[in-house]
């Protein structure tokens, strides 16, 4: 039994980091709201023509990703990809920092050092835990920022699209797998990483023909959109549901576990689109909740 449980460690420590930036992106939307630089959605339609450009961007950015490694300079995405994740790290602590630092002093000190700490360990120590405390902060501050753009109908629209996209680029013109290859290969931070065993090196892993060799090692790769997506629906769910808020909050949430517990723990051949399974739990989970509290009760 102990045997099984460790060899499952991947698989339980990715559960558990996406039950905490999800709470933690809810938590941080409400800070949002509450500092008055943010506002809830008007309506739950709000951001719905939002989807078709985020689609567009998402294959313009697979393409050029795809493109730039084929040519054996994707190395250049790095610097970009580190950019993006300074300035989420940033807008998280312009918050963050807010809510916890008790003079000004503190609270520009953690807002300046956070992405400059994060930045200098993703150039010069670039393990795995360091990408998943990127993935971290990326996933919270992107979740907590998109829920506030888009209603909750957009929301459910939103990772229907993106559930048929991601079906579509692994089984289909497979260029998913291709952005998979180059993200694992150019070390881009796109990926969470759970290793399986100690002493894992992230420049032990390499990836080609969607399969990946670890050096030995047991790993699980999970992209970042995997935990971005159903986290929006978390987020715009609670803030939709504020008058019963524990309901739309934990059935969203436990719907994308469920998904992502399928993906996880069956025997779905490798490698497998994630969102289809994980946005499919969390809209049914907001499905159930506007079910029983606006329509039964």
């Given at each position: ?85 300074a300035y989420v790290v940033f807008y998280v602590w312009l918050f963050l920092g807010a809510y916890i630092a008790q003079t000004y002093l503190e609270y520009y000190i953690m807002l300046f050092a956070a992405p400059a700490i994060m930045v200098i360990l993703l150039i010069f120590k670039n393990e795995w835990y360091v ?167």
């Amino acid at each position: 039994m102990a045997g099984e449980l460790r060899s499952r460690i991947p698989e339980i420590s990715s559960l558990i980091l996406f039950v905490i930036s999800a709470l933690f992106a809810t938590f941080l939307s409400s800070l949002m709201i509450s500092s008055g630089v943010e506002s809830p959605p008007s309506s739950g339609t709000q951001g719905a023509s939002y989807i078709i450009y985020y689609l567009i961007a998402a294959i313009v950015f697979s393409a050029v990703v795809i493109l730039l490694g084929r040519r054996k300079i994707a190395s250049i995405l790095r610097w970009i990809f580190l950019a993006v994740i300074a300035y989420v790290v940033f807008y998280v602590w312009l918050f963050l920092g807010a809510y916890i630092a008790q003079t000004y002093l503190e609270y520009y000190i953690m807002l300046f050092a956070a992405p400059a700490i994060m930045v200098i360990l993703l150039i010069f120590k670039n393990e795995w835990y360091v990408v998943d405390a990127a993935g971290f902060f990326l996933v919270a501050g992107i979740s907590a920022i998109w829920s506030l753009i888009i209603g909750v109908w957009a929301s459910v629209a939103f990772l229907i699209v993106f559930a048929v996209y991601d079906y579509i680029a692994v089984y289909r013109t497979k260029h998913m797998v291709s952005l998979a290859r180059v993200a694992v290969n150019e070390k881009l931070p796109l990926l969470f990483v759970f290793p399986g065993e100690k002493g894992v090196k992230m420049s032990e892993v390499t990836m080609s023909d969607g399969s990946t060799d670890k050096g030995g090692h047991k790993m699980l790769l999970l992209g970042f959109g995997d935990m971005v997506f159903p986290s929006i629906m978390v987020v715009a769910s609670y803030l939709y549901g504020r008058t019963n808020p524990i309901p739309f909050l934990l059935l969203p949430l436990l719907g994308a576990i469920a998904g992502m517990s399928v993906l996880l723990f069956t025997k779905v051949a490798r490698p497998a689109p994630g969102l289809p399974l994980i946005n499919g739990g969390a809209v049914s989970g907001f499905l159930i909740a506007y079910l029983v509290f606006h329509i039964i009760l």
